[in-house]
């Protein structure tokens, strides 16, 4: 049994509620999920200078959770881009995963070329890192809806259009084998793509979820050499 | 709850006891394991030659588990290179993870750098071509001891000097901040290696466990777009 | 002068005889070509369980042709994707080069960018493979047509147009400067395809014998440290 | 004539002072460099969750900068990892430039291989995702020395032996051909280290300003197409 | 203040004009320009023998420039393709920037993702070759308008057209921020090419004029350890 | 049967004559070979001004060549580094291959991998170019001997310790499985390398006549789309 946080890096309590219900749809029967809304921090993540925003309300949200007893066994950043992870995983005595690695690493597990869906255009570069830092460039290629993120905090299956004609230019020009949704508003647009496409469809918060279990049941977490040392620790 | 068949695929059943013993330990509590071993394959993988006569037995094992009713949920596959993988997660209904995809996914969500210490030596390019479809190249290094594999068909401890000292050259030369033991036979050298070293000991039977259950808990399975199309499908 | 085996790694003895003739129009003055079919075998490498048996089969046919007196100087390994290939350099004691890997550095030699056109559609992550492996991709496209290998059995002529519309499409998109045909059974696309296209198109068969001829002359065959080792060989 | 301001993202006042001399060594006549101290921030930027705080100071001094009358022309952030960076981008109206891109470009322009000399190890990784997002992995290698930053606030001197070893180390193992110097608080190493080697020694604030004086020569900043458009622009 | 020597690899002179004012519009107030023209060479450098005969041009006019006394602090290379500039690199005692290396690290500094358009389409590998070498594959496309050099030696306006055209689609499909002139005639399309696409467009010998100055403020020039150490120097 | 034109790039005779005696060690039986040495060029081919005196000299052969008759089958660039070769690629009918690339390319058949050992040691670089040209880096590491290519001119057997030493590195650090030879003077080490260390030692210029005459076998030669379009030809 693992008690999780959900970390939604934004202030929008909506959210908040659509990532802890995509998280629990992929649960373990065990596993305790808890979101968690900054008190302050950005509306949403769509800028650079929301990152900021977003890394630091993040972290808050860390500390304060660290502080409870017991503290989470584990955390899921709950926001494409993954904001404030290296930090959160520096701080937070059990593991961290951000929902854009766990789709990541989850497609190249069940498909050879995939494709990410993001939104809006202005953020590819946010999924650029991501993909880069995973080294996984030859098999992933991004691709944007150009719509704001606070128009899918009460749901967004207006966009599934829009998803729809991404993801099938993803098929068909990238020949992806899976789609991974890149925001983490989006959870209700899963089961409608995947009828529609055929074909895998990822949702990183659930991904995420998946991965921090895992680890807290290998007994892993963060390593402490190097990176991830705990703040204050000797140089 | 899910039924996960644990594949070895070799024909040495004390190292299928080991593995899913490695695997129990990192299972979800409702998951229910079941080690197969091949009748016909090879005694150890340590060859190209094994390589291809392992991938034949894995997906005999593959066939025979599906054949069953009901099948497995899911599979890992148990031998370090991931014998067979792409044509199990061909065959299979459910989701296949190789214990080395598993093992590097999981080392890159808690080090920045990690290193593989493999056994024996001539297998250095089963690892480096798991790493290179992974594309973590610029993150991990791959090292051996070189003792052959049918050594620790009855216990690993006494390799636990030679896997310390490639772990320190790991840690002061690579800047490795986790372990991979790049065997499957290897699972009793985790504790103490932990304890030796400080830093995780990634286990990759015990990582593909977790990450079965994760997929199998969000409904997901290997795309059959292209690559992994059923056997028989149209073209 | 020197013996060289063309293994076909498919049962399909019409397509050795295709491969041999492959082989024959571009081998030199002395060299002898044997076509090997093997007796039990997939009909076709389409899928990924292909694959397994076919790499089976080459080696079946590696051990008896290197059984015989005197066994061949080198071998090519007539299926796009090289089934087999690791196995089979292992195990020969002559060189032993695959048609896919032959003519990606044949193409690196003429031509600035290249592109493969495979077939059918689900083999495109074995050309990415081979691409991979040789480091290729920043000069390399894979493009696919969609047709059965079983379809061209019996000739290939019947697919030209779809190979210069994929063709053409590379010219274009790609800035392909050469062509590589991405299947065993396609040397009588050869001739048509350079007169519709104008640069080269090279078809690996034939660019796999020079290659081994260019090895035995050199008096090189493959490396037996670490990864190669003979099978049986002190770890 | 440019007016640049150079930001140290952390609130130590002495470490402001040194990076304005570094930039005022290299700067053009008619450049008027202003330091910038935060008055909230981290006291140095050594963990992850220093970088999260001085993203948000590096941010908040940049506001500060835009809001006077006239703004400065360009910004150069003192800090290696270049914390805050591409928020700043997006924020400035004139380019930004960090001193760790700034470094890595100017040693690409003047040595075939580098090597970083970072401090304190654990922050191998800010330099290692710097190196990648430029792709220059291939060139350069980094090396850190484990000192604590603070160390440094009065100035570098007593750490000379400690990065003459690291860099003639690198000159022998890594073939560097130029050592770049890895944190803001490093410029009087820089003649010492020159004299020691004999190989160019690049400190990054004196890079950036050039860097940003150019981008101001040409009437270039920072592109408002997708990553670095302003906050609150249309999706 | 430094002088700086712009080489125009090609014996048309009023190219040489051209570069020589577009380097003037970027210089700082007291830099000295001089174009230099070799008496020998290419008229235009279109085809690797151009650039083989540029790159012999280009070498005797460093020799020229630093026999006279005082020789430049620094060169400018104004070529796409950079010819000659390795050799130019060890030869001349002040440091040299090629205007292809100093477009693309411009352009790395204010774009994510950012694209060549060269001309004509024969010189794309040539393009390539730098965008491999500074390892900016991953962000950076090229693309062709397809004329000749010699077209624009009398200006480049004529152009216009072609260059939004494979500018507009450089920023839909390669989610281009900002555009690379990839030949050295085309200062004078940077003006209309701005104001047509609302995104940086970068001239290769005006950033390259910047870098020099920044390179010569710093006291930097190129490593003279091994790969341009002095001709003639031990070995 | 074909007529192989072997190209030094330097004047000295002496090295012709090697090289010519590498390849007809490896040459098939109907080949017929000539060395040609340039009358003006470099003594050796060390520098960067070197490769760019070396270029002209390859180039001028090339045309010479061209206008006998009948004109060469093919070429052989017998220069490490492979000195001129995409001009002569571009200015010849028939097939061109560099020692260098054709070194890479065999080792990249025989062995998974492997290591140069070039001279001198600033010369590091020029293999550095070829490799990342062909995509190896993975694969492929280059060391160097310091000593000047001179000194081989009259045989290179006293250079036979320090190959060895590097080999051995080479083996023990860089798990090489076969040896470059990384300089155009050095085949009389063949044989005694490859007796000491029992793994593939690879000369260029025998493994590059291997490849032109499997071109010529095949009627390839240079794609003359785009990059090595004939000079003078149409845009």
């Known amino acids: 049994m693992s008690r999780i946080a959900v970390i939604n890096p ?6 908040t509620a659509t990532v802890v219900r995509a998280a629990a ?8 999920l808890t979101g968690r809304t ?4 950005p509306a949403t993540v769509e800028t650079n200078a929301d990152e900021v925003a977003g890394a630091a309300a993040v972290l808050a949200e860390i500390d304060r959770a660290e502080a409870e007893s017991p503290a989470p066994d584990g955390y899921v950043i709950a926001c494409f881009g993954d904001t404030g992870l290296a930090a959160a995983k520096e701080r937070a005595v059990g593991p ?3 929902m854009t690695e766990a789709a990541l690493v ?28 995973l080294g996984l460039g030859h098999r992933c290629r991004v691709r944007a809806v150009d719509e704001q993120v606070a128009g899918v905090a009460g749901g967004s299956l207006q966009l599934l259009d829009q998803f729809v004609e991404q993801s099938w230019a993803a098929m068909v020009e990238d020949d992806a084998e899976a789609i991974i949704l890149g925001c983490a508003g989006l959870a209700d647009l899963v089961g409608p793509l995947r009828a529609e496409l055929g074909i895998p469809v990822i949702e990183g ?20 050499a190097n990176t991830y040392a705990p703040t204050g620790a000797g140089r």
Chains 1, 2, 3, 4, 5, 6 share one sequence.
């Open 10 to 15: 934004n202030t929008t309590s909506s959210m």
């Open 25 to 32: 749809a992929a649960a373990q029967p065990g596993t305790v």
């Open 38 to 41: 900054p008190t302050h921090g």
């Open 96 to 98: 961290v995963v951000g």
């Open 106 to 133: 989850t497609a190249s597990l069940i498909a050879h070329r995939f494709t990410i869906v993001t939104m809006p255009r202005r953020t590819l570069a946010m999924s650029d890192r991501v993909v880069r830092e």
């Open 205 to 224: 918060v659930a991904a995420a979820v998946g991965l921090v279990e895992a680890l807290v049941a290998q007994g892993l977490s963060t390593s402490r």
